[in-house]
């Protein structure tokens, strides 16, 4: 076996419950609750949940598990997992896939930030949620300001990486151990609350009746990229993860279902809550990125104690983001530790200062550097598009026919000994044929079309 030497010295998680909610709570994040809200509004509503949720439990989960497997086998960052295990070209696959963590995390982290303002905000009783359109005042204020979304990105990344710097089982494990519990149930009572409002079934109707007639390839190039964000895979955050593992615990397979069935819970509740709203509020299902944060005050408005729930959602919001954030910045943090040999306080301290500075165009995008665009998109909506349409997917197919085609029998091994059972061999299919040509086509076919 051509595998790594085994890393003596490398942290490992405490425990299989531990890895799974950390790579959960990587899953779990804006993603969730702020990126698949929108683009379902704006493509259309069901037949976008349907695509999102099958693309997920297929192509979603098969990446999701050769990265795993990738991390477990080759016990170190993406760059140095892939030299490890086969070397040459595909090393570059790794360097794809931090480069593309660093620039997520670049602007991920402004809209982190926008949650921290959100609790201040609702801590002081400013959201406006009286009207829609006074939500709406409050929001545009927010991210068109000059200091604000760049005073709170900093704080983000500086909460950030005060996590990475305690390393895996201390700070990464332990934070999403009881922050995944909390964040679900609170979504729950928040969702009771969102369907029983008054006109809440027009919103209901519009996020789950699929009308197939309104799907285009940018659709699916949305619901495909999106459901990889969602899912944190494609750039090597799974890699990490799961190069945490020791070489022989846990059924990977399983592991990877039970991330994907939260990561997909979350964003269906989190969809539920705010289509409810928008419609009872006469809100527009396809705001774009502000929807959630002008939806959710008017909600939190008609709540007996709506107050207080609304400080407790947008610090969870920001916690779930936060632990999400921790795996973009751990992929290019393991990096510099593994590979070049740096202290681990060092490379944090230095990458988030670097990724601090890398945001600061996407804090100001919105507001006073808003004249700056590229067919029509500011400078944050292109990066968003370049990652997540591009990067994400592209990371995607390498990886995919990395397993299938180089990793197939050392994978095989290690996830089920020597027996083939059926879905060992059509996940091997999956990753050697059937992944990369779909991403493949519809890349193509989205972004050409
Ligand atoms: N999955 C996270 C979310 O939905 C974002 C993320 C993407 C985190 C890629 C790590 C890697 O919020």
């Known amino acids: 076996m051509a595998d790594a030497n085994p890393t003596v010295h490398r942290a490992h998680w405490n425990s299989r419950l531990g890895f799974i909610l950390a790579a ?8 969730n609750i702020w990126r698949f809200p929108y683009l379902a509004g704006e493509n259309g509503g069901g037949a976008f949940l349907v ?7 297929t192509l979603g989960v098969s990446v999701l598990l050769a990265e795993l497997a990738i991390g ?97 089982g201390g700070g990464i494990e332990a934070a999403n151990k009881w922050l995944m519990p909390a964040l679900f149930l609170l979504l729950v009572v928040l969702v009771l609350r969102a369907v029983t409002l008054p006109g809440a079934a027009k919103g209901l109707a519009f996020y789950l009746t ?23 895979v494609g750039l090597g955050a799974m890699i990490t993860y799961g190069s945490y593992l020791d070489r022989r615990g846990g059924n990977l397979p399983r592991s990877a279902f039970w991330i994907t069935g939260i990561d997909c819970s979350v964003a269906v509740l989190g969809g539920l809550l705010i289509f ?83 945001g600061i165009p996407s804090a100001l995008s919105l507001g006073p550097w808003s004249s700056y665009t590229l067919y029509g998109r500011g400078v944050m909506d292109l990066l968003d598009d370049l990652t997540v349409k591009v ?33 060992l061999r059509a996940w091997i299919a999956m990753c050697r044929y059937v992944a990369p040509a779909a991403i493949g086509w519809v890349m193509v076919a989205g972004l050409w079309g």
């Open 24 to 31: 959960a709570g990587s899953a779990v994040g804006l993603g």
């Open 51 to 57: 695509l999102y949720l099958a693309i997920a439990f």
């Open 72 to 168: 477990r086998l080759g016990q170190r960052n993406p760059v140095g997992a892939m030299r490890a295990l086969a070397g040459g070209p595909w090393t570059a696959a790794g360097y794809l896939g931090t480069a593309t963590a660093f620039l997520v995390l670049s602007f991920y982290s402004v809209v982190g930030g926008w949650t921290l303002a959100y609790i201040v905000k609702s801590a002081t009783g400013t959201l406006g949620g009286e009207s829609a359109e006074a939500a709406k005042l409050v929001f545009g204020a927010l991210v068109g300001g000059a200091a604000e979304p760049v005073i709170y990105h900093g704080l983000f990344m500086a909460l950030t990486a005060a996590i990475v710097l305690r390393g895996v």
């Open 210 to 232: 699929p009308d197939f007639s309104k799907v285009t390839p940018a659709t699916v190039v949305a619901a495909l990229s999106q459901a990889f964000f969602s899912l944190s």
């Open 276 to 358: 409810s709203a928008v419609f009872a509020f006469g809100h527009d299902p396809a705001a774009g990125p502000g929807l959630t944060f002008v939806t959710l005050p008017t909600v939190f408005h008609q709540m007996p104690g709506g107050a207080l729930f609304a400080v407790a959602f947008f610090l969870l919001l920001a916690l779930a983001a936060l632990t999400s954030a921790v795996s973009l910045l751990e992929v290019a943090v393991a990096y510099l530790v593994d590979e070049r040999a740096m202290p681990r306080r060092r490379a944090t301290l230095g990458l988030g200062l670097a990724v601090f500075f890398a």
């Open 391 to 423: 990067m994400i997917p592209l990371g995607g197919i390498v990886l995919s026919l990395f397993v299938g085609w180089i990793l197939a029998d050392r994978a095989a091994a290690a996830l089920a000994g020597p027996a083939r059972p059926l879905w």
